[in-house]
């Protein structure tokens, strides 16, 4: 039975998912990589790209015009979304 204040979470997954987060990964309208202090983002057309730590916190969340966007991000493991499909990417 849970304490008074303790919030339990339901957790879903997914195939394409992982353990956290219910974001699907897999292919979107887009190419997402990692380079050295930046990921980066090259669509063909506008996209809502928002951007999450492996914990599942968005951290950014904007909207982007076609061609090349570097998103300046510290070192580490993040899940960016492109329209609503992730991508996992490691920035160095």
């Known amino acids: 039975m849970p304490q008074k ?3 339990i979470l339901k957790y879903t997954y997914g195939e394409d ?4 987060s219910n974001i699907k990964v897999g292919k979107a309208s ?11 983002v090259e669509t063909e057309q506008i ?3 928002a951007v999450y730590t492996f914990g ?12 090349t966007t570097r998103i300046p ?3 580490g493991f993040y ?6 499909t992730g991508h996992k990417v490691i920035v160095k």
């Open 5 to 7: 204040g303790l919030l």
């Open 17 to 20: 998912g992982n353990p956290y």
């Open 30 to 40: 887009g190419r997402v990589y990692g380079t050295e202090d930046a990921a980066v």
């Open 47 to 49: 996209v809502d790209v």
């Open 56 to 67: 599942g916190q968005q951290i950014e969340r904007r909207r982007i015009g076609a061609g």
């Open 73 to 75: 991000l510290p070192a």
């Open 79 to 84: 899940i960016i979304t492109l329209g609503g």
